[in-house]
């Protein structure tokens, strides 16, 4: 089984950075993915970690720890765009399709 | 760019309705998704689809049922429309390889009186 967690909701200043925890339990991790969803529109792919360590794209990072169960995805210099909700999904070994376990979501609030 | 399309963005049924939700996407993929999204409980997978004529319960398929008769396209049912079916409803599609990123539809939010 898997159990994902992740903050609700976060405030953040135009400029700044900004770091989404998520933690996991699972029986058989086979990657971590983050994804952006704004609100009314479809998630959009961010990042995928299934070794531990940084991953860095642009403005975005993601980390993971396997033995802690944990990711967290960076954001750097936010934008205004950078509003949306963050979701955390895991996937997971012998299940299916290797499908995905998603978290709640955090929404992220970028302020001037 | 994949490109995911559900063919309606907002719908509105009537309890005991059958509906049908459908799904294109263009990028020859052969599996696709079915989840929906409520508050606070975050995605949740209805069913899924390896490929034509293939298709596998998720963590929620009661009062859902699914076809696949082309690759291209995948359609959620339900069979007779419950207010607690009001949701948002998202598909997916995915190309099998290391990483399987799934690819999103913008969502149909589904109300049902």
């Given at each position: 089984?898997?159990?994902?967690?992740?903050?609700?909701?976060?405030?953040?200043?135009?400029?700044?950075?900004?770091?989404?925890?998520?933690?996991?339990?699972?029986?058989?991790?086979?990657?971590?993915?983050?994804?952006?969803?704004?609100?009314?529109?479809?998630?959009?792919?961010?990042?995928?970690?299934?070794?531990?360590?940084?991953?860095?794209?642009?403005?975005?990072?993601?980390?993971?720890?396997?033995?802690?169960?944990?990711?967290?995805?960076?954001?750097?210099?936010?934008?205004?765009?950078?509003?949306?909700?963050?979701?955390?999904?895991?996937?997971e070994?012998g299940t299916g399709a290797n499908n995905?376990?998603?978290?709640?979501?955090?929404?992220?609030?970028?302020?001037? | 760019?994949?490109?995911?399309?559900?063919?309606?963005?907002?719908?509105?049924?009537?309890?005991?309705?059958?509906?049908?939700?459908?799904?294109?996407?263009?990028?020859?993929?052969?599996n696709?998704f079915?989840?929906?999204?409520?508050?606070?409980?975050?995605?949740?997978l209805?069913?899924f689809?390896y490929?034509?004529?293939?298709?596998e319960k998720g963590?929620?398929?009661?009062?859902?049922?699914?076809?696949?008769?082309?690759?291209?396209?995948?359609?959620?049912?339900?069979?007779?429309?419950?207010?607690?079916?009001?949701?948002?409803?998202?598909?997916?599609?995915?190309?099998?390889?290391?990483?399987?990123?799934?690819?999103?539809?913008?969502?149909?939010?589904?109300?049902?009186?």
């Amino acid at each position: 089984g898997q159990n994902i967690d992740q903050p609700t909701e976060m405030t953040a200043t135009e400029g700044a950075i900004v770091q989404i925890n998520c933690t996991y339990q699972t029986s058989g991790f086979n990657g971590l993915f983050w994804y952006q969803q704004h609100a009314g529109e479809a998630p959009t792919f961010l990042s995928y970690n299934v070794l531990d360590g940084l991953e860095e794209k642009g403005r975005f990072s993601s980390f993971l720890s396997r033995s802690k169960g944990y990711s967290y995805l960076l954001l750097k210099e936010l934008q205004m765009k950078d509003s949306a909700s963050y979701l955390c999904a895991v996937r997971e070994e012998g299940t299916g399709a290797n499908n995905l376990f998603f978290g709640t979501g955090t929404r992220l609030t970028v302020i001037p | 760019d994949v490109k995911v399309t559900q063919s309606s963005r907002y719908l509105v049924k009537r309890t005991g309705e059958k509906v049908f939700l459908e799904c294109v996407q263009d990028m020859d993929h052969e599996n696709m998704f079915w989840y929906r999204q409520d508050p606070g409980l975050g995605l949740r997978l209805i069913y899924f689809s390896y490929d034509v004529k293939m298709k596998e319960k998720g963590d929620i398929p009661e009062g859902y049922s699914v076809s696949r008769e082309k690759k291209e396209r995948f359609s959620l049912i339900l069979e007779s429309a419950s207010t607690n079916q009001t949701s948002m409803y998202l598909c997916a599609s995915r190309i099998q390889g290391a990483k399987n990123i799934q690819y999103f539809g913008a969502g149909t939010r589904l109300s049902v009186l």
